[in-house]
């Protein structure tokens, strides 16, 4: 990841880490996607950080 | 990246093979390659767009057709055009980047076809070697474009590898200039990138509103339809601004179009003038050759007595001759002589014979004598003759003064005629501007132009209000949600997506805002170590505004970018060129690619140029300097030798056949070099 992402990654310290994780994964798919298919990729994205979410205030 | 070498083979100037090794140590780091005008430093640099990019035209050649410009060597094309042959030319790149070698070479074959050039593309190779040494090479014009651009977008490029006119557009407050900063630094900090996450979003929480708005019941689901036409709104509003913003752009530019044309009005006003001038006096010639036309006829008359003046005058002469010799009005009356002759006495009473020799005399007497009524005709022909000799001088005097004056006027005519049509040829197409016209029609366009900028402050407070409610609308639903328990895996992700947005339309707007700030701090840095002591006292900063327009601060804290002189621009737009590849280098202190500078101290001041050979070294790994033999003297060769970054030195110099030579000499030679041209000088 470039310095200039990571500079604009660094400000999510203050939110959620499901936020954090969201914004992470679609930093790093949309240089190499349009708009429309990140969206659609960025489904799969959101089920699986609720899944996980979701397990962890199980445990 | 790092440059490490460029080969030319006949382009442009250069004829046959030369190379330039640029020094590219950390200690010593600075090329320079000096030659006069037309010598071919440009040549170099575009030899260097041309092999990285495949680009032809650079920035400068704006106004010139891409057919009328070309590569290969003129000279070896005239040599070879004789057997018929085409011409291979080639720019050959060596250079560095991340651990990895590249050498990069692009062809293009010409040939002269009745006097006609006409080049094509002959291939590009890239090959790669790796850390581990292995080798990969690239043919594929795409995937050799990929992987350059991937090293240095095209739109970063101009920030490394700038010319003069690069520096001077810089800092020029237009549209072009305010849309060319923007997308350098959306660009340079990725701004892009987070633009298409935060559309992509925004059309996952358009998705994830209308999957729950099908299940939702009550308040909840009415909330959601507000959601939803507050959505439509949002989005409407935007296309309205998208187009105000197209149309304020499409005026903008028509203003500019028309203040072009008003400025060629301006700079023929001078000759409108003149021409104005040389019409007046034109008409005034032509009137007076109708005047001079009108005397003449009152002459004709007059002027046709002079053909009698020959004869006139020798009829003059004779009557003057006789009558200077008394022979009128005769002495002797001549019923006198009739009376002798018929009482045959003389008055003395002397008798006369007939046919004696006395008789015969007086008879020759009497036919000489004429009659009174003869005589006194003669006489008073005598004195109407004398009198028509003046006036015949009188009449040839006034005839040769007329004509005389009409060859003047009509020689004036002819000058005057032929200066005007110096004129109009001067004057030319521009003669049909009108400047009135222009001017209302500008009038016009800045009405419209404010009248648009009414339009986007309504709707901008328009979309400010709908976002507000927006936000209002999801805490409310929130909040009915948390109260119902509403809990579901669907909630849960349009809440992910919603708080995401929200993270996200921050971090744009935070990041922005920083990085105007930052590289307004930079370039403000880098221009307190480039400007004079005296301009330093005055300009204090450079600020990028909220337009990414760029401002220059006084020490008021006042904008006095309309006031500062032309070099002090050019110093501003280094100094912010500086801090854009600082930006674009992820804001490392130190720059990791190379600053290739095409003659940028047209405009400065002796002190400017010191301060920046002597910095610019410091701020960049590499500095490629191409200057002229005017920008580059013993002064700025000392300041840059002090340096100690400075190693390598080409001249650029004439063959005999008029292309180029690139010589190389260390830098001590350089200083001598110099130094013997300026005193050559």
Redesign the interface.
């Known amino acids: 990841m470039s310095k200039i992402n990571q500079r604009i990654l660094d400000k999510l310290q203050d939110y959620s880490k499901e936020v954090q994780e969201y914004v992470k994964v679609a930093f790093n798919k949309a240089d190499s996607m349009p708009e429309a298919t990140l969206a659609e990729e960025m489904k799969a994205v959101i089920r699986r950080i609720i899944k996980v979410m979701a397990k962890g205030i199980e445990q | 990246m790092i440059l490490k070498s460029i080969l030319l083979e006949n382009f442009r100037q250069f004829k046959g093979e030369q190379l330039i090794e640029f020094d590219s140590d950390k200690n010593k780091n600075v090329t320079v390659i000096f030659g006069e005008n037309g010598r071919g430093k440009t040549g170099i640099f575009r030899a260097l767009m041309f092999c990285l990019y495949g680009k032809k035209k650079l920035s400068q050649d704006a106004s010139v057709d891409e057919s009328e410009l070309h590569l290969v060597n003129s000279q070896e094309l005239e040599d070879k055009s004789n057997e018929g042959k085409p011409v291979e030319s080639s720019v050959t790149v060596e250079f560095e980047h991340e651990n990895r070698k590249y050498k990069l070479k692009r062809s293009l074959l010409g040939i002269l076809d009745e006097g006609r050039v006409i080049e094509q593309n002959h291939g590009v190779k890239l090959t790669i070697w790796d850390e581990e040494g292995n080798t990969s090479i690239k043919k594929a014009p795409e995937l050799v474009k990929e992987r350059i651009e991937n090293i240095l977008s095209p739109a970063l490029r101009e920030y490394f590898l700038f010319d003069g006119e690069k520096i001077e557009r810089l800092t020029r407050a237009s549209t072009e200039q305010r849309r060319e900063i923007s997308q350098a630094i959306r660009k340079?900090?990725?701004i892009d990138?987070?633009e298409?996450?935060i559309?992509?979003?925004m059309?996952?929480s358009r998705?994830f509103n209308r999957e729950l708005e099908k299940k939702a019941t009550g308040e909840r689901a009415a909330i959601m339809r507000l959601q939803r036409k507050n959505e439509e709104e949002i989005e409407t509003g935007n296309r309205e601004v998208d187009s105000i913003n197209r149309e304020l752009e499409l005026a903008r530019k028509e203003k500019i179009e028309v203040d072009k044309e008003l400025e060629q009005i301006r700079e023929i006003q001078d000759l409108l003038t003149i021409r104005t001038d040389l019409e007046v006096r034109l008409k005034d010639t032509e009137e007076g050759k109708n005047d001079i036309l009108r005397a003449v006829k009152g002459l004709a008359g007059p002027t046709a007595l002079l053909l009698l003046r020959n004869t006139a005058n020798n009829v003059f002469q004779n009557i003057d001759r006789r009558k200077q010799a008394h022979e009128i009005p005769s002495d002797i009356r001549k019923d006198l002589i009739d009376r002798i002759l018929s009482e045959m006495e003389c008055i003395c009473g002397r008798k006369i014979e007939e046919n004696s020799e006395a008789y015969s005399r007086i008879l020759e007497w009497r036919n000489r004598i004429p009659d009174n009524v003869t005589e006194d005709l003669t006489l008073n022909l005598w004195r109407d003759l004398s009198s028509a000799r003046d006036q015949f001088e009188n009449i040839e005097e006034s005839a040769i003064q007329i004509l005389t004056k009409f060859a003047t006027l009509k020689n004036d005519q002819r000058e005057l005629e032929r200066k005007l049509e110096e004129l109009r040829m001067k004057i030319g197409s521009s003669e049909r501007a009108d400047a009135s016209r222009l001017d209302a029609h500008r009038l016009g366009i800045d009405r419209k132009i404010l009248k648009l900028q009414h339009e986007l402050s309504i709707t901008s407070k328009k979309l400010d209000a709908l976002h507000d409610e927006r936000r209002q609308l999801t805490v409310r639903r929130k909040t009915i949600e948390d109260e119902e328990g509403i809990r579901d895996?669907l909630t849960?992700?349009g809440d992910?997506?919603e708080?995401?947005l929200v993270?996200?339309n921050?971090?744009h707007d935070?990041?922005t805002a920083e990085s105007r700030v930052s590289l307004g701090d930079n370039a403000s840095v880098y221009l307190s170590d480039i400007l004079d002591e005296e301009s330093r006292r005055n300009l204090k900063s450079i600020r990028v505004e909220e337009d990414y327009s760029i401002q220059i601060h006084d020490r008021w804290g006042k904008p006095f970018l309309a006031n500062i002189s032309a070099g002090q621009r050019q110093i501003m737009s280094i100094a912010f060129i500086a801090a854009l590849a600082k930006a674009a280098?992820?804001?490392?202190d130190f720059l990791e690619m190379p600053l290739f500078m095409d003659t940028p101290f047209g405009r400065l001041s002796h002190e400017h140029r010191k301060n920046l050979v002597q910095k610019v070294p410091h701020w960049c790994s590499q500095w490629i300097l191409l200057a002229t033999d005017t920008e580059f003297r013993d002064f700025e060769a000392q300041a840059l030798a002090k340096t100690g970054t400075w190693k390598s030195f080409y001249i650029l110099s004439a063959r005999k056949d008029g292309s180029t030579e690139i010589h190389k000499t260390t830098m001590e030679d350089a200083l001598g070099y110099i130094c013997q041209k300026g005193k050559g000088d």
Do not use: M, P
């Not at chain 2, 280098?585 to 490392?588: A, P, T």
């Open positions: 340079l900090l990725n990138t987070l298409k996450v559309g992509a979003t059309k996952l998705y895996e849960r992700r992910l997506v708080q995401s993270a996200l921050r971090i935070d990041f280098c992820g804001g490392l």
